[in-house]
């Protein structure tokens, strides 16, 4: 799946709290982070507004410290044009 963070159940329960979807959760959380810049994807005005929705999401720790618990060994993004990731070195 080429966008795994939408349909991810950790993401999707946290979504459930917060009344927001799991991609919006995913969004929070990436802008939540010190350094970050998020650039989602979204053609559909619907997407956008979407997007920009998740500005509102508060977290609290107890969200950051689930989220930061999801495993980190797999790609929840990989678009067509990207390089091979997970290339041997």
């Given at each position: ?7 991810d159940?950790?993401?999707a ?65 990989r ?11």
């Amino acid at each position: 799946m080429r966008f795994r963070a939408s349909s991810d159940a950790t993401l999707a329960g946290l979504g459930r709290k917060h009344g927001c979807s799991a991609a919006q959760m995913a969004i929070a959380w990436l802008l939540d982070q010190a350094g970050v810049i998020v650039t989602p994807k979204a053609a559909r005005p619907e997407s956008q507004k979407s997007n920009l929705d998740a500005l509102g999401i508060r977290l609290d720790d107890e969200d950051r410290a689930t989220i930061a618990a999801l495993p980190k060994d797999q790609r929840f993004v990989r678009p067509p044009f990207a390089p091979d990731w997970d290339a041997a070195a």
